[in-house]
């Protein structure tokens, strides 16, 4: 079985920066240590793909800037670049840059493997558009968030949005 490991948006502007949290915070150990374990999983290869929330200087002029008016990862600023811990991780990943909540280059990039396990922030936003975006195209893969390797924009936001999630048929662990 193939699996990749989909990191969203772990970048500084969610985590400590214009819409980071506590809870954010609080993930990022958490995701590092899936990732350690990965690699040390001799019986299960685990590819990396990281998304990389990306806006320009025109931000407030789109829909997502007029709805949510609050600048933030703008492309090679501090807050654009995915937080130091898990930077190394990148060196043998695929980056993919996204312009709003889903990428919709995730579909063509994850077409191989058989498991997609998501982490990341915020569950409630591009998490659970990324995997609704797969579920679409993959009906038949397994795709898997990790609750305890997500927050959301809040502790309720983040729950409601793991049991849409959960009605769609995309196992929460």
């Given at each position: 079985?193939?699996?990749a490991y989909i990191i969203i948006d772990m970048q500084n502007d969610f985590i400590?920066?214009?819409?980071?949290s506590a809870q954010a915070q609080a993930v990022v150990p958490r995701i590092e240590a899936k990732i350690v374990a990965s690699k040390k999983d001799a019986d299960q290869e685990t590819d990396l793909i990281f998304t990389q929330d990306t806006?320009?200087?025109a931000y407030s002029e789109t829909q997502e800037g007029r709805k949510l008016p609050v600048p933030h990862c703008l492309k090679d600023t501090r807050g654009w670049r995915i937080c130091k811990q898990l930077l190394p991780y990148t060196m043998w990943a695929t980056i993919l840059e996204k312009p709003s909540f889903g990428c919709p280059a995730l579909v063509d990039e994850v077409r191989d493997y058989d498991r997609l396990v998501l982490m990341g922030l915020c569950t409630d936003i591009c998490v659970i558009a990324n995997a609704m975006l797969l579920k679409a195209f993959y009906p038949e893969k397994e795709i898997i968030v990790d609750s305890t390797c997500c927050a959301g924009s809040t502790p309720e936001n983040h729950e409601r949005a793991l049991q849409a999630m959960k009605a769609c048929q995309i196992d929460i662990v």
């Open positions: 079985m193939t699996q400590d920066g214009a819409l980071g806006h320009d200087e």
